[in-house]
């Protein structure tokens, strides 16, 4: 039977590098035909229980399967674009159960997203552990050598799940490590301090930080009086807020960001005894950032930007990868650590005084392949714990302990969204719930509950040594009172610890920051507030936001606190890999190609991504001398590269401008003679620090090479006040 819509014509996207005779272009079919077998990522996952058990389907029998459209029962449909009409111009008859099932299935697509933390993505990949942990925690995870499947979520917390990435906020980075123990969830930030020390204080702050209740603006933002009310009113979100000023609002990919547990957490060993920890993610990448300006740029030309920065990484082969590590500490009754109180989420403890010792390496190596099934759905949880790794009292995590099932309920739909595939353990699962909404399991047998004897006893209680969540015996006593402890008064040493061991330029972006996001407050009395608080951090940081904002200096300067500085907490000044790093190549119609295209291919070896931006689309040259254009000046802003070679000089403002926004955007810039013009045109001299010409493009792009381990120039910064 003919088909009544028009044949289109489409062109498949070729790939950077890729000769442009690959693009095959595709015809809607016209002429029935036997229909194609399901596409790779059409194919469902196999269908198991609960328990993980395989369950024998014939294969056309599930769902997204075989070559007919079917409606949701697996009849075969003849069409699914015309509604069951009294004729072809009469009204829609309520009969036609295809057009009620798919518009019903559609009106229900979506579930409520995240109360926080809702924009996100994730990736699947492997924890292989060193060994390094064998002797202070007896999970099998921490074994040597031992490899276990991970799915890691990273996220925004204040944006909805349409916002954009960039924006200044702390980053969520959640793994769930299917152990053959059960599942244990590391659910962690790239901040190590939090903005409350109660947990039953997070309702106001995400109150505070969220959009305003009756406009609902600003989206995904803290620049506003709310956020900025709360935090001054409440010193103790000191800490987090100067963090989340600093570059460390603004990470450059979520591979280049670091991990932080937190909250401290207790292990014990395969003798019981016990040592307290933080867990830590240090990304092999190194830890860098976007200049705030980046980040403006890309939430408009690029909001996804590090969703399909992790995207693209992973299916070119670039896995990112963390090293796990710990800070030990002796599990003393104080619970403190050189006088850094450790059930305190506001505190971190610098690693100069107790060394992160690595224990694993989580390599992240393949996308998920439906974002709602399971970037969507996947659901972590504090409590996840396994045998050896137990909580402390920190009053903020026991108020996280109670949120996230409890959340999880009425985001999933019911109970049982631990059968959901993304959740499932790996290991069997034989528990006694029963029933409730989306229930999968199928359970046989007649007695869920213990003890029985009508299901043999069925099923065993583990002995000691084998069971999780058992909780270390703790002495507890005291008065029920609704207090903290006196430590908890502290509100600025790990402010003032986070600032003093930034570098000037590191320390002018924070100071930058907060003038924008005070300066974005109506109530002069929240910046005055906001500025009062800097004193307690440092004199000449308050003092500058003060003249930015027009106000005077209030309050009383802080006394004379010595600081301890730890450079660990800078990202200015070391020297770390480039994988994954993008050069954007400026070439036009004029370009050395042989030169061009060698090059494009030593770029690709050294595991960057070589991006040639032209005038126009399509490829430069002809015949076997063509090279890809994977940007044209349309479409390339500074923000997407890490470094630019200028190759070419096409007298086009659009190129004025994308130099020099690398330029102001501290990257390193080579140009060849060809490029030499558009490299003046921007107003750019070789005495400025990072630019480079040389007389080939193989020579400029070596150049280039050997800035980029310090991921910026950072020299050049002295030219702009960011
Ligand atoms: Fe969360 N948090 N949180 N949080 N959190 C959620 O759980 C909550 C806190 C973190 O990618 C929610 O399933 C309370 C600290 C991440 O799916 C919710 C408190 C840290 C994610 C919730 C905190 C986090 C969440 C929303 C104070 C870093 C995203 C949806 C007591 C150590 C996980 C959900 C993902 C998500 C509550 C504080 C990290 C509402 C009550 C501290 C990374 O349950």
Same mark, same amino acid.
């Given at each position: 039977m003919p088909r009544t819509s028009r044949p289109k014509s489409k062109t498949q996207p070729i790939a950077p590098g890729v000769p442009s005779s690959a693009a095959v272009p595709v015809e809607e079919p016209t002429q029935?035909?036997?229909?194609?077998?399901?596409?790779?990522?059409?194919?469902?996952?196999?269908?198991?229980?609960?328990?993980?058990?395989?369950?024998?389907?014939?294969?056309?029998?599930?769902?997204?399967?075989?070559?007919?459209?079917?409606?949701?029962?697996?009849?075969?449909?003849?069409?699914?674009?015309?509604?069951?009409?009294?004729?072809?111009?009469?009204?829609v008859l309520l009969q036609d159960h295809h057009l009620r099932e798919k518009i019903t299935h559609f009106d229900h697509e979506r579930i409520p997203e995240r109360v !926080?933390?809702?924009?996100?993505?994730?990736?699947?990949?492997?924890?292989?552990?060193?060994?390094?942990?064998?002797?202070?925690?007896?999970?099998?995870?921490?074994?040597?050598?031992?490899?276990?499947?991970?799915?890691?979520?990273?996220?925004? !917390?204040?944006?909805?799940?349409?916002?954009?990435?960039?924006?200044?906020?702390?980053?969520?980075?959640?793994?769930?490590?299917?152990?053959?123990?059960?599942?244990?969830?590391?659910?962690?930030?790239?901040?190590?301090?939090?903005?409350?020390?109660?947990?039953?204080?997070f309702p106001d702050i995400i109150h505070a930080a969220k959009p305003h209740p009756d406009r609902e603006i600003p989206q995904a933002q803290s620049a506003h009086d709310t956020f900025w009310d709360f935090v001054t009113l409440h010193t103790e979100a000191t800490a987090h807020t100067l963090w989340n000023m600093s570059d460390r609002g603004l990470p450059r990919s979520y591979r280049m960001m670091e991990g932080f547990g937190v909250h401290t957490f207790r292990l014990v060993n395969a003798r019981g005894k016990t040592v307290l920890v933080k867990f830590h993610w240090k990304p092999r990448l190194g830890v860098h950032s976007l200049l705030w300006e980046e980040a403006q740029i890309a939430a408009g030309v690029d909001p996804d930007m590090h969703r399909r920065d992790l995207a693209d990484a992973i299916e070119s082969g670039a896995f990112p990868q963390w090293d796990l590590g710990v800070q030990v500490f002796p599990d003393t009754e104080e619970q403190t650590f050189e006088g850094i109180d450790l059930l305190d989420p506001t505190k971190l403890v610098p690693e100069e005084l107790a060394p992160v010792q690595v224990i694993g390496t989580m390599t992240l190596n393949a996308n998920p392949t439906n974002y709602f099934e399971q970037t969507e759905q996947v659901a972590f949880h504090p409590g996840h714990l396994v045998r050896g790794i137990d909580h402390t009292d920190d009053p903020l995590l026991q108020g996280r302990l109670f949120s996230y099932l409890d959340t999880q309920i009425s985001r999933l739909g019911g109970p049982n969204f631990a059968q959901l595939p993304i959740n499932r353990p790996h290991v069997g699962v034989n528990d006694m719930f029963r029933d409730g909404m989306h229930q999968t399991a199928g359970h046989a047998g007649v007695a869920p509950y213990r003890p029985n004897s009508l299901d043999g006893g069925c099923p065993f209680l583990a002995g000691n040594k084998d069971a999780a969540l058992i909780e270390y015996p703790e002495a507890v006593a005291g008065r029920k009172v609704r207090e903290a402890p006196k430590s908890f008064d502290d509100h600025f040493s790990s402010a003032r610890i986070f600032y003093a061991s930034l570098t000037p330029v590191e320390q002018a972006h924070v100071a930058k920051a907060y003038t924008f996001e005070l300066g974005k407050c109506y109530e002069k009395a929240i910046k005055q507030r906001a500025v009062t608080v800097l004193r307690q951090i440092d004199e000449q940081l308050a003092q500058t936001v003060a003249t930015g904002l027009g106000l005077p200096l209030p309050g009383k300067p802080s006394k004379n606190v010595q600081v301890l500085a730890s450079p660990a907490l800078s990202q200015v000044g070391n020297r770390w890999p480039c994988d994954g790093r993008i050069i954007g190549i400026v070439a036009d119609d004029k370009t050395d190609l042989a030169d061009l295209a060698a090059t494009v291919a030593t770029v690709a070896e050294q595991s960057m991504t070589p991006l040639v931006i032209a005038p126009h689309g399509g490829e430069l040259g002809n015949g076997a001398q063509q090279v890809v254009v994977s940007r044209t000046l349309d479409t390339a802003r500074s923000i997407e590269f890490d470094a630019l070679l200028v190759a070419a000089t096409v007298g086009d403002l659009r190129l004025t401008t994308l130099v020099q926004e690398a330029h102001r955007h501290l990257k390193g810039i080579a140009y060849t003679p060809d490029g030499a013009d558009a490299v003046r045109a921007a107003g750019i001299t070789d005495n400025s620090a990072g630019v480079e010409g040389a007389d080939t493009i193989a020579t400029a792009f070596d150049g280039i090479a050997a800035l980029l381990p310090e991921h910026r120039v950072w020299a050049r910064a002295a030219e702009y006040a960011h």
């Open positions: 029935r035909r036997e229909p194609l077998p399901p596409k790779r990522d059409q194919a469902a996952p196999r269908p198991s229980t609960a328990t993980g058990t395989p369950v024998d389907v014939p294969i056309d029998a599930m769902a997204q399967q075989g070559a007919f459209l079917t409606t949701a029962q697996g009849a075969r449909l003849t069409d699914t674009d015309h509604s069951l009409k009294a004729g072809p111009r009469g009204p !926080v933390h809702a924009r996100g993505a994730a990736a699947h990949g492997v924890f292989a552990a060193n060994g390094a942990a064998e002797r202070i925690c007896c999970a099998s995870l921490f074994e040597k050598g031992k490899e276990t499947p991970v799915f890691v979520r990273f996220s925004t !917390v204040l944006g909805s799940r349409g916002s954009a990435d960039t924006v200044r906020d702390t980053r969520g980075f959640a793994t769930k490590f299917y152990t053959d123990e059960g599942v244990f969830d590391l659910v962690g930030n790239n901040i190590p301090v939090f903005f409350i020390q109660d947990g039953i204080k």
